[in-house]
């Protein structure tokens, strides 16, 4: 990130646009699924508890790095950063040289908070980089976890943008990949599709401008035996 810097698009302000990225990672390997993830790109389960019962229930994987939540709120300010709430959303805050600051940083130097991410740990924020502590004021470091997958009641994991789950709750997203297998079995049709296009049209709905909005669904398949694969 540092090496791409020079390059990087500028925003209007002439400032190089370095917000990094949220990244939700899950390896399947027999039947275990590895996890790690930063910021708000959920990872969900869809469990199926009774099988004489259709009903899959949505069980969220992961936990959003949000700036509110008490442990990240500690570590950011810890590391002398802040968080404020803006337009009803709690943001990490940027602060840097006023604009029109010329020159080497001092004491007097005029410092700008700007309330920025919304979320707490992201890959490549190089804005929230301090040299004199060396650390991110917005986490790199992943979460991450392990979860033993049973083949006679998991059905699905869903990993999706924040632009996904704004729109669409886990438990409807989960049902809506039911539905979709049920009824679209015979032609093969994208749960993934199905999801960000549902997604994006509540979005139009509501007359916003869509967040990113993306989608992996992966269909577990029932196994009688644990060598067999768990996923195509």
Known sequence: MWKKLPEWP????GLPSTSGTTASVVVLRGNRMY???VGDSAVVL????DPSVPFIKAVEVTQDHKPELPKERERIEGLGGSVIKKSGVNRVVWKRPRLSH?????????????????VARALGDLWSYDFYSGEFVVSPEPDTNVVVLDPSKHR???LGSDGLWNMVPPQEAISMCQNNDEEMASCGG??????VGHALLRWRQ???RADNTSAIVITLLETESSQEPLHH
Do not use: C, E, W
């Open 35 to 37: 996890v790690a993830h």
């Open 46 to 49: 869809g469990v199926q508890d």
């Open 10 to 13: 500028k925003t209007l302000t």
């Open 156 to 158: 699905y994991i869903i």
């Open 190 to 195: 994208s749960s993934a599709r199905q999801l």
């Open 206 to 208: 509501r007359m916003l």
């Open 102 to 118: 010329n020159g080497p940083v001092r004491r007097s130097t005029v410092i700008d908070q700007i309330p920025f991410l919304a």
